[in-house]
Structures are given as C-alpha cells and as structure tokens.
C-alpha cells in the first residue's frame, strides 16, 4: 500500500523533469554580458593572489551592487574538484537551489496533512520557464536562486525556533545578491509578529552588523537618478510594483508594454486584496492574543503561517523597492525575464496561505482546482511562449562564443571597445591556463559555413540590401525550430577572416497575442562593427550536419577612421 502511494505521486516530478531537461539541453557553456566579472575575472584574480586575506576579500568584492559570495563560491567549488570553469555547472548549481527552495516548500506543506496533489500548483509555479534567465544565465543563476533559497531557509528554520540556524541563512541570503537585505525585514517581522522580544533583539544585533558589512564601501550606482525619476513620474512605481508581483501573468510578451503588463498590474492588484485580508487576520489575531489572551507568544498557524509571512514580507519590500528604483530604466524592467522568480514565489505563497487558513475541506478542494487550473495554464503557455525563445538565445550564444574565441568579441560588449579588449584578454588567459575551453559546438556553424563556396542557389530566397552603414538581410519561408542544431546563419569572410551572425526570426504580427515568432528571418549588420576589407557575404541554414546554402556577393567595407 506505501508503495502505491509513493508511485501515485510520481506525476509530480514530471514538471521538475521537464525544467531539468531544459537546462540540460539548452544551457550553452559560455559566458555572457555581466559573467565576466563575478566569475572569469573573480577565479584570475583568485589563483593569482596567494594571501588568504586578499582571497576573503576577492570573495566579499562587490559585483556591480551586489556581493555574490555564494556564486563566487560555486565557481571555487568546481575548480577545487575539476580545475576548470564551466558556466553550465553554474546553471545546473543555481538549478540546485530552486530545488532546495522546493523541498522547504514541501516541509512546511506537510504541516497541513493534506494530499500530495494539493502541492501541485506550488510544483508548476515554480518549474515553468517564464523565468529562464534566471537558470540559463550563470549570474542571474546565482544571484536569484540562491537568495530565494536562503530566505525560505531562513523562515523555515525560524518557524521551527531556531534562530542560529535562521541568522547564518540569513547572512547566506544577504551575501548572495543585494535584495538578500530584505530577509532580515522578514524575520524581524515573523520574530515581533511571536512576541518573542529577546529573540527580536539578537536578530536585530545580528542584521545591523551584516548589513553595515554589506553596504561598507558600496556604490549607491546611480539610485540618486532613480529618486529623481520617482518625483517626476510616481505613478508609475505604484503600477510597477503590482507589475512586478503579478508578472508571472505576463501571458503577451510580444505585445506593446502598456498591453503587456495590464494584466500583470491587475492580477497583482487583486492577489495583493487576498494578502492583505490573510496579512490583516495574522495581526487581528496577534492583537488578541497580546492584549485580550494569556498567551501572547504564539503566531496563530505555526510553523507554516510564520514560514509563508517571512516570504511574503520579503517579496513585498522587494517589489516596492524594485517598483521605487527600476522604473527609470524602462517599465519592461517589471516584467523581465531574471525578475520573474519572485512572482512565482508570490502566488506560491498566496495559494498556500489559502490552503492553511480557516477554510473547510470542501473550499480548500476548490481553491486548490481553481488554483491547479491557473497554474496549469501558466506553466504550458510558458512552454509554448518561451520556449522558442530559450532556443533561439542557445544558438544565439553558441555562434557568437565562436566569434569571441576567434574575434575578441561576441558575449555582450561592443566590439573593439575597451570592454571588448577587456573581455577578450580575460578569455584567451583562461583558455591558455586550461581553466575553460569553449563548447565544440561553437566550431560546427564555422565548419559548415567552410564548405559554402558556390553562389546561392536560386531556390532559397535571401535578400540582401547593402547601405552606408549597415547591411540588411531577409528571408521570407523559414519557420523556427526547437532543436539547437538547427538554426539559419549568415557569415563576412575572407583570407583573414571570418564573422558568424545568427538570423533573427521574424516577430509575429497576427492576431494571435500568445504568439512571439512568425515565419521569415532578418538580419542587421553594423559594418562599424566590422574590420575594413573585402568580404564574401554567405547564408547557412544548418540543420545537424547537413548544410545548404551559398555565397550572396561580395562586399567592400572601407577604412572609417
């Protein structure tokens, strides 16, 4: 009979199976735009620098405004087993945090003694793929999936009265990006909210020294901007911070910003009605229990109430924060990929606040269908609108960790600007030491194109309009696909040199909201960005090993200077 009922709830793996698989399958082993810094440059530096001293503080260097000590120790960790650098084994580690966060979640759910299908919807909130920048970029990997972590560990450990264990996952919390602050607001609030004082005062103690730490010789990084931009424009961080709350409704990333996010700002608005009624019954009850009650040292719904508060609290400082300071830099900033985890997080703990309150059993079925209907819903739609999105980014990242090996630029910086020379002398030295070495695949678009020496043939149609500045290439037929092997390229070559660029797919124009790609390709090349020359300008359509395609013309790029 245990048997049974442990195989019936294999379904539920299914979706973390699927989010694994992702990973596996699409993560492209390069560095990217902001990596450089916390990881390449971090683990140099390390291996140069013999002094321990010096190490810790290479550890507790600030990153842009964060401090990523738990990421940098990631990086630590593979090079003490391997000797090398891998940006995948970042991915698949930042991975391994969302799972932890999972397993807390599945701890303080049993505390309800229901079924184990009722944690379904937090299983499908948590594993879909709007947010797959967060596990697909090694930073964001590492920044936003261990501060998740720490902070549920945190409040469990809190709501199991153990706060040593709490304060250490809160410094873990704090230390992995900079809105790991906001777990020491969260405690102190489930710590008041127990009456519990003495226990209040350590964590206080506890927070005032690691957030000094923190912020000692920190950068505000242009926040004074964000102040400014706030008086001028209030609303928009009101909008914003249900915008944020409620991205993971963000079910037309394709459309305008204003049609894009109207339904992340409602969703948000009227979730936030529930928490607020669930949050205002916590401090009704609190009252009571203080001033009407002998027994004024207990958080009605211990362990789970205090668990689910922590995060809640949290997220809610997070979003005002984000909705105070980020507006300035575009309101799509609300709803961007990297931010979505905490969204996720947000409806998580609604349904289970849901689930642990006062309700009968026959409400708590129905919240949970409806609850599982919804959850359902977001978790195939971000299958179905993203994940031609994550397949794109993979044979994007691919084609251009060629042009950074064999051109000095490719992963996010202008090419032949000082970043550029930055990055690419901080590459050829990890290369040279064997600490990383680019993906194979990056060599297979560079082959294929190798062989591509006849004129296009007639029958794939490619248009080419050469301009002052720019070129711009077309295609009208080709529909994307899912699999990273296959994707269409164009290529600059002559005896020196060669330049891969990926074709876009064309955005979708219809009717349809939900539907981000059309069918049809473009391309536009700066030729700023392009050595003086001539050059063969070649198309690739590449699908496995077998290449079709051909020469378009050739083309002069002069001396600009």
């Known amino acids: 009979m245990t048997k049974n009922k442990n195989i019936s709830g294999l379904p539920a793996l299914l979706p973390i199976l699927a989010w694994l698989w992702v ?5 492209v082993d390069v560095p ?8 390449p440059d971090f683990l140099r530096h390390w291996i140069e620098q013999k002094n321990w001293s010096e190490r810790l503080g290479l550890l ?67 594993f879909q793929l709007e947010h797959h920048l967060v596990y697909l970029w090694a930073i964001c990997s590492l920044q936003h999936q261990p501060v998740v972590f720490f902070l549920c560990l945190s409040m469990y450990l809190l709501s199991k009265d153990r706060l040593v264990g709490a304060i ?70 009101i909008l914003g911070f249900f915008a944020f709350l409620g991205g993971l409704f963000d079910l037309f990333p394709n459309q305008i910003i204003q049609i894009r996010t109207a339904l ?39 362990p789970l109430t205090s668990f689910l508060l922590g995060i809640m609290v949290f997220l809610l400082a997070n979003a005002l924060v984000i909705g105070l300071l980020r507006p300035r830099f575009g309101f799509f900033v609300m709803v961007v990929s990297n931010y979505k985890i905490y969204p996720a997080l947000f409806l998580m703990v609604a349904y289970l606040s849901l689930l642990s309150g006062p309700a009968t059993l026959v409400w708590r079925k129905r919240g949970m269908i409806l609850s599982f209907v919804l959850s359902i819903f977001i978790w195939a739609l971000s299958y179905y609108s993203y994940l031609p999105e994550i397949s794109e980014r993979s044979k994007y990242l691919t084609v251009n960790g060629w042009n950074q090996k064999h051109n000095g630029f490719g992963l996010g910086h202008v ?71 296959h994707g269409q390229y164009v290529f600059l070559r002559n005896k020196d040199k060669t330049f891969l660029f990926k074709m876009n797919q ?56």
């Open 23 to 27: 990973i596996g399958y699409y993560s």
């Open 32 to 39: 990217w735009y902001d990596d450089f810094d916390p990881f």
């Open 60 to 126: 507790l260097q600030p990153n842009n405004e964060h401090r990523m000590v738990i990421g940098k120790l990631m990086v630590l960790l593979y090079y003490g087993l391997t000797g090398e650098l891998s940006f995948t084994f970042l991915h698949f580690a930042g991975a391994a945090f969302t799972l932890g966060t999972c397993y807390l979640f599945w701890l303080s759910f049993k505390n309800l003694q229901l079924k184990w299908w009722y944690f379904l919807p937090v299983i499908l909130l948590l």
């Open 168 to 237: 250490l996952a809160a410094i873990c919390a704090n230390y992995a990006m900079s809105n790991g602050i906001f777990v020491w607001v969260a405690g102190g609030a489930v710590l008041f909210l127990h009456s519990d004082y003495k226990k209040l005062v350590v964590w206080l103690l506890a927070a005032g020294i690691s957030i000094y730490l923190y912020f000692y010789g920190l950068s505000t990084m242009g926040n004074e901007a964000s102040l400014i931009y706030l008086k001028e424009y209030p609303h928009l961080s």
């Open 264 to 302: 992340p700002i409602l969703m948000g608005f009227l979730i936030m009605i529930w928490i607020s009624r669930w949050g205002w019954a916590i401090l009704r009850r609190w009252f009571e229990q203080n001033f009407k009650s002998k027994n004024s040292n207990q958080l009605p719904g211990l």
């Open 415 to 485: 090419p032949y600007s000082e970043g550029a020379a930055y990055v690419d002398t901080l590459m050829k030295q990890m290369v040279a030491q064997q600490i990383y070495s680019y993906p194979s695949a990056t060599d297979r678009v560079a082959n294929a194109a190798a062989t591509i020496v006849q004129p296009l043939p007639a029958s794939i149609d490619i248009k080419l309009v050469e301009r002052p500045a720019e070129l711009l290439l077309t295609e009208s037929n080709q529909v994307y696909d899912l699999a990273k092997d």
């Open 506 to 561: 064309n955005l979708y124009q219809g009717r349809n909201p939900l539907r981000i790609y059309d069918r049809g390709l473009f391309l536009t090349i700066p030729l700023e960005n392009m050595l003086p020359g001539e050059y063969e300008v070649g198309y690739l359509d590449l699908e496995g090993t077998h290449a079709e395609g051909g020469i378009l013309r050739r083309i002069i790029i002069p001396n600009r200077n």
